[in-house]
């Protein structure tokens, strides 16, 4: 979904005196009062900025210059404030509910509030240094053979863990109404396997800092400096063999390429060393007659390894994937380091979270839908969700129309696109059922035991869907999350109450803000169902082309051209953005913004198109679209997201999808020569 930098632009003093003319042009309209809805903040932009030169500084400058990015985070924007604001009201539960569980009969209070309970408890945690994980090493040091290091590597995809590979239920790609086993590449500690190959300076530099990083957490367990040092060696050279083997992220963004349907006894034979019957027992799952594998090329050097590999390497490698799964619930020397590495290092953070907000951020995944119902009683009004509803179907109508006007698409292939949009399912705020949390034993005792048998209940909820038909009520994101998706095996759109809250959503709002932030979200996890890879799923979320193979060469040529433009997008100096990488976000931003400009125009606001402190309708949408994006990112964290991240840094996210709109360019005079504008044959035209 929504994920930032900034790039800046230097002018001849000629251009910036006319972008000043030309900008001051569109704060002298007409003033006329919003009976009452809240409309643009402008304090938040830049009118010495043009916004035919650089829109996303022109909306946001002012806020960019009033918001530095605190020092515990590696980015600061609009969608962390927002969450920053949700995680306070859940701090407020968790203590409430702390003050309440020592007496109270109500067992969802006595979880929350013993599960904060344990998580402040800082004198036991650092009393108990790394005791907690003692029984787990102890586990690891008793292997003796190559079935006890599967044994343990088993047991341990249950604690989350997932040494070596993943492994998980979800449903079948190919058959969506029935959830199957998954067998899926991992076992690496840096953020992606290219982080091991990358020829750059900075990538060796953040190879060196891993291993002086996994060593000072051997050392931290207990072993001495040259013994640490030859194990940190030993885990960077095991990490590195399963990252040849790894698919690219651009691989895998190809549904067919991770798509391999094997039975049990075909995944066996692909791996010797592995029962795959035996794993499934061990992990809760019976009777499944086949596994889907999404890289077997993966998974036959995992085989290889695991006999070719030491076992002493092998469990010098399972402690070091054990505390850094864990390093958060253990005693401050590990945290610290911990966040040395994958803060500092990794994304130039410099201060660590306050405890409070990293406890919360915790229970927010452990204890999800707990920490939900209470959250939502409080924070989620009827009325936002009954114009949410609203706004989400008047994009999916004006979606309809746009796909029926195409000129690009067959008659065949829109009958199944409409198909598919009829029936698209929406969730809004929260779920219908709320989940069972009965069976998972939360104490005052160890944080880190808390939190493991979370980790154990939330991979046996999982697990018991395998084998049975698909659940569709089910939600992917708690209610509190400040984001939504878009699941094209469930053909559904997802909208936590915790991003429909202000500044990204208000029922007080003005159309044109609420259309041009929240509307183009809707519209972009609905395009998702379009996008090059949510196109590839039919109306009932199989995985099946139902596309004319002329309708496919069309849309691939009309995707080619955001590829391009993002390609050309530079950041960090030198850097490019991935425009393959990036698509079907790119995709999304563009066609979410189409949609909800066109919605928003059949308002009675879009119709009338007034003037609000001083800027037309058409003008605040825009600018509500552009501060949608508010947000700057620290250089590290920029270079991170250009290797992992599907998503293009927020700036061009803001100002790539509108230099496609004509609309704009006639909202803000922009002309040809401007920096903002785009030849009409070099702009993108797909929904």
Known sequence: MKKSYYFLLTFVFLFVALSF???????????????????????????????????????????????????????????????????????????DAAAESATTNNPKIQKVGDFYFSAMDTLNIEK????????????????ADVKGLIDVMTLYQTYGVSPGFSFFGDQDQKDSKTVVPYLYQGGLGL??????????????????????????????LGEDAKTASKHAKTIMDMETNLAKVSMTLVDQRDPYNIYHKMTVAEANAMTPNIDWNV???????????????????????????????????????????????????????????????????????????????????????????????????KHFSPEAKKRTLEMVNNLISVYKERIKRLDWMSAETKTKALEKLDIIMKKIGYPDKWRDYSSLKIDRGSYLMNCLRANVF????????????????????????????????MNEIVF???????????????????????????????????????SQYDAEGNLKNWWTKDDSINFAKKAEVLVKQFNESVVLDTSHVNGRLTLGENIADLGGLLIAYEAFKNTEEGKNNPTIDGFTAEQRFFIAYAQSWQSQKRKEALAEQLITDPHAPENLRANNPISNIPEFYKAFNVKPGDKMYRPENQRAKIW
């Open 191 to 220: 953020p992606d396997r290219d982080y091991y190959f990358n020829k750059d300076a900075q990538s060796g530099v953040i190879r060196d800092e891993y291993v002086k990083h996994i060593t000072k957490m051997l050392k931290l």
């Open 458 to 489: 939330a991979f046996n909820y999982m697990a018991n869907k395998i084998g049975k038909p698909v659940v569709r009520t089910d939600w992917g994101m708690t209610p509190q999350t400040v984001n939504a998706y878009y699941n094209p095996t």
């Open 21 to 95: 003319a030309t900008t001051l042009k569109y704060h002298k309209k007409q003033h006329l009062p919003n009976d009452g809805k809240k409309g643009i903040d402008r304090s938040n932009m830049d009118s010495t900025v043009s916004p035919a030169k650089d829109f996303f500084t022109y909306a946001n400058g002012g806020w960019l210059k009033k918001n530095p990015i605190p020092a515990s985070e590696s980015s600061w924007g609009i969608y962390q404030e927002v969450q920053d604001n949700n995680y306070k009201s859940l701090w407020q539960v968790m203590k």
């Open 496 to 534: 936590p109450a915790g991003i429909l809250q202000s500044p990204l959503f208000d029922p007080d709002f003005d159309d044109a803000v609420n259309y041009g932030n929240t509307g183009a979200t809707i519209g972009h996890e609905m395009t998702h169902g379009f996008d090059d890879q949510g």
């Open 279 to 377: 794993f499934l027992k061990a992990v809760g799952v019976n009777g499944s007659t086949y596994i889907i594998v999404g890289q077997p090329e993966f998974f036959k050097e995992v085989d290889k390894q695991l006999t070719k590999t030491s076992l002493d390497d092998w469990k010098t490698y399972l402690r070091w994937h054990l505390v850094n799964a864990f390093a958060g619930q253990l005693s401050s020397d590990f945290v610290k380091e911990s966040f040395h590495f994958y803060g500092t290092i990794l994304t130039g953070t410099t201060e660590l979270k306050p405890r409070w907000k990293r406890v919360v951020r915790e229970a927010d995944g452990d204890l999800g839908e707990l920490l939900g119902e209470v959250y939502v009683s």
């Open 128 to 143: 108990q240094g790394y005791k907690p994980l003692q029984p787990e090493l102890d586990r690891i040091n008793g292997i």
